[in-house]
Structures are given as structure tokens and as C-alpha cells.
């Protein structure tokens, strides 16, 4: 049955138009099929990986390439150069490159600043490779055996000893301990610092924390580690007069630390040996309490640290060091009535020539104001008080020989044996 309803001509003029203007959009095709697709996508990755490499990727040193420098040298210390089989005597502010082996013999170390800003102190009986199985940092190195503490700046450090890998993360600081069987004992007093066993174990280390990796690679428990104490008394360069013992050359004060059981007193004869940690004039371990009396001191400066130890015989960080120096007694002066000039020879009183470590000798003493002091010929330095304290390289059996000349040209020399320590 037909409708009706009359149909309107220009609506149906218009669908007739839309029919005939519709189409169907042909498939695209898939990108790897469409060759503009494939290159502009390839130009991108080739960007990424550029850019990756020449302002993210840090370069990998090559073995020889110098990354660090001796900042510190004291005793006996040795370098073996890459690719070479000779060692040779270290020198102070000589280069280290990747594959240099630095040996730190008996009362000696060695301070290795790298060009990455990191410090390494490389502590007595200690093997260090500079780069190493680790040259995939700019500032690996690798401990064979002994004692180092390190300071790391802005670059995260690999660590390798033969037992883990520790990756210390930026402005870490902490100590490696490696004994003759590879058992590594790693503490981190600052930061932070990943480590990975040869057994596969993983652990992370924070602030005032250690782990223990036996021979065979195995961690054991993290290990809490006592804070550092802040050093008392005496007061930062103090001047303590010489005393005669029973009376104490001085008298050592610290702060009581959380988790301190004893405290481990060390004392050296200049800054080089305190950085380096040699406690080459004294090493006190299992003091009680927060005081401890030093006795019999000669003339000159000392500069001292201290470290807490916890019940379980963990060894924290050691404090800043400090230093003192023990004078003698200053005199009154007499004031004459009519001065008058004299002329007077040149005085010389030795106190202590003794050596503290082969071809070392510790010489001290005291001459006339303003006279300059030699000894075996070498120039010491002289207080304005006119007391000397000096560590001098002696070879062999002989004496030594120490000159002081006055200002006007006067002198006085002595010859003195060695004492052996």
C-alpha cells in the first residue's frame, strides 16, 4: 500500500548528494612496511644512542690511561707500572694510570686522589690495582689484600676484592678491610653503598653499618658500627709544657658515643701519618672511659684521633683529628737594668733521635732563637721558639749529625746515635 504523505523534492535532492559524496578510507598500511615510517623511527633511535653516548655514557678508561695521582706518600711505599714487571720507589704527586699496582709495606701508606675527585688512603701491608677487573668506571680499583679507607665524591665507585663487589654511592665514606684469604670486611661510615658476593648475595649498606664476607664469598648479618666521637681535651693547638713522668704529657678527653664499649686512642708525629691512619707514635686499643693520660712525650707537635669500639669488637670511625704540642716551660724574662749587647755562641739541646721506622729517624731538640738547624746537612724547620721536631730519611749504622748556627755565623754540632725502637 502506497503512502500517502507527499514526498518533499529538495530533501530528496539532498540525499541524493550525500550518497553520492561518501568513500571509504583506504587501510593503512603497517609502519614496518612503509619505508618513511622505518627511517624516521631510525633517525630518532640513532639520536637517542648518540646523545646516550657522548653526554650520559661515562668513557671507559683504557689500560695505561692516567686517572689518578699520589697525593700522600709516607715509609716505605712501591709502584708497579702497567704492562711492566719492575716495581719502583713511589714518588709524591706521581701519576696513576689503569693496571698500576701501589704496595704500601710495615708502617707505611700511600694517599691516591682520583681525577674523579675520589680519596683513597691506602693503609700499612696493603696491595691495591688502580682499575683493575673494575675499569668500567673511571674510578674502580681493586684491593688485594690489606686496609684502605675511601672518601668518594660525585661518581659512584666499584670496589673489587676477591670475595665482592661494593658500589659506593656518591659522597660515601667508609673502610675495606681484606685479609690473606680473600675474607673481606666492608664498613661504610657515610652514605650509602651497594654490595654483591661471588656466592650472588646482595646487600645494601647505610650509614655506621659493616658486613663480614668470609673466603668462600658468603655475607653474614649486617653489622651496626658505634658513630665517631668529638674530641674535648686538649683544645686544638694547644701548647702543653714537657713534663717529667710519673707526670702525664697530656691528658686525652672525648664524648661518650651510643653502642661504645672501649675506645681505640692513635697518635702520629704530622698530618700525613694522621690522614693515612699509621698511629705511628701511639696506638691504645681497649681504653675505658673517655679519658686516657699520655706519659713520657718528647718536645713537638702530635696530632691524635679516636675511635669507639662496640661490645662485639667493631671498630667505628675515627674522629676528626686534633693536635697538640708539648713546649718547654716558658722561662719569666728578667728585665735588666742598662742592657747591653752581648755575644753569645749558639746552644743546642737534643731530646730524641730515634727511628720510628727503617731509614726514618724522629730527631727533636731545641737551639738559640733565630738559629737555623741541619741535620746530616738537610735543613730542618725551626720554631720561633727555637725547638725543632723533624722525621729525616738516615741509611745505615752511623750517627747523626745535627749543626745549629747562630745568626752571626757561630755554630755548634753533635753527633748522636740511634735509638732502635
Known amino acids: 500500500m502506497a503512502s500517502d504523505e507527499p514526498v518533499d523534492e529538495n530533501e530528496a535532492a539532498e540525499t541524493d548528494v550525500l ?7 583506504p587501510q593503512r598500511r603497517p609502519f614496518y612496511k612503509d619505508p618513511l615510517s622505518i627511517i624516521g623511527w631510525g633517525v630518532a633511535l640513532a639520536s637517542i644512542v648518540l646523545y646516550w653516548y657522548f653526554f650520559v655514557r661515562k668513557p671507559v678508561p683504557k689500560p695505561g690511561q692516567q686517572i689518578a695521582r699520589l697525593t700522600g706518600v709516607e715509609g716505605k711505599v712501591k709502584v708497579k707500572p702497567n704492562a711492566k714487571d719492575a716495581w719502583g720507589e713511589a714518588n709524591l704527586a706521581e701519576q696513576l694510570h689503569v693496571g698500576d699496582v701501589v704496595q704500601t709495606e710495615t708502617r707505611a701508606g700511600a694517599e691516591i686522589s682520583f681525577n674523579s675527585g675520589s680519596v683513597v688512603r691506602v693503609r700499612s701491608d696493603s696491595v691495591v690495582y688502580i682499575g683493575g677487573s673494575a675499569e668500567a668506571s673511571t674510578a674502580a680499583w681493586r684491593v688485594q689484600s690489606g686496609k684502605v679507607n675511601f672518601t668518594v665524591a660525585n661518581e659512584a665507585t666499584d670496589i673489587v676484592t676477591p670475595t665482592v663487589r661494593t658500589t659506593a654511592l656518591e659522597n660515601a665514606t667508609g673502610n675495606i678491610d681484606v685479609g690473606e684469604g680473600g675474607q673481606t670486611g666492608v664498613k661504610i661510615f657515610a652514605g650509602q653503598a651497594q654490595l654483591e658476593t661471588t656466592q650472588g648475595q646482595k646487600i645494601t649498606l647505610s650509614r655506621n653499618q659493616a658486613v663480614q664476607v668470609d673466603a668462600a664469598g658468603r655475607a653474614g648479618g649486617t653489622m651496626e658500627l658505634p658513630p665517631p666521637p668529638t674530641l674535648v681535651a686538649p683544645a686544638p693547638r694547644s701548647r702543653l709544657p714537657i713534663a717529667t713522668p710519673p707526670e702525664p704529657s697530656a691528658k686525652l678527653s672525648w664524648t661518650e658515643v651510643k653502642g661504645g664499649a672501649t675506645y681505640h686512642v692513635a697518635l702520629d708525629y704530622n698530618v700525613t701519618q694522621a690522614n693515612l691512619l699509621l698511629s705511628a707514635a701511639l696506638e691504645e686499643s681497649g681504653v675505658k672511659g673517655t679519658t686516657h693520660e699520655l706519659k713520657g712525650l718528647n718536645l713537638g707537635r702530635y696530632f691524635w684521633r679516636v675511635a669507639a669500639v662496640n661490645k662485639d669488637g667493631l671498630e667505628g670511625a675515627y674522629s676528626r683529628v686534633s693536635h697538640f704540642q708539648v713546649v718547654e716551660p716558658e722561662v719569666p724574662k728578667e728585665v735588666a737594668a ?27 731538640g731545641r737551639a738559640a732563637r733565630g738559629a737555623t738547624v741541619t741535620v746530616d746537612g738537610t735543613p730542618v724547620k725551626v720554631l720561633p721558639d727555637g725547638s725543632f721536631s723533624e722525621f729525616v730519611r738516615h741509611a745505615g749504622t752511623g750517627e747523626v749529625v745535627v749543626r745549629a748556627t747562630a745568626e752571626d755565623g757561630q755554630f755548634v754540632e753533635q753527633s748522636r746515635a740511634v735509638s732502635k725502637r
Not at 550518497?19 to 578510507?25: L, N
Not at 747591653?340 to 727533636?364: F, N, R
Open 19 to 25: 550518497s553520492a559524496t561518501e568513500f571509504t578510507r
Open 338 to 364: 742598662t742592657p747591653a749587647p752581648t755575644s753569645t755562641g749558639p746552644t743546642l739541646v737534643l731530646q730524641a733521635v730515634d727511628e720510628v721506622s727503617p731509614g726514618i729517624v724522629h730527631v727533636g
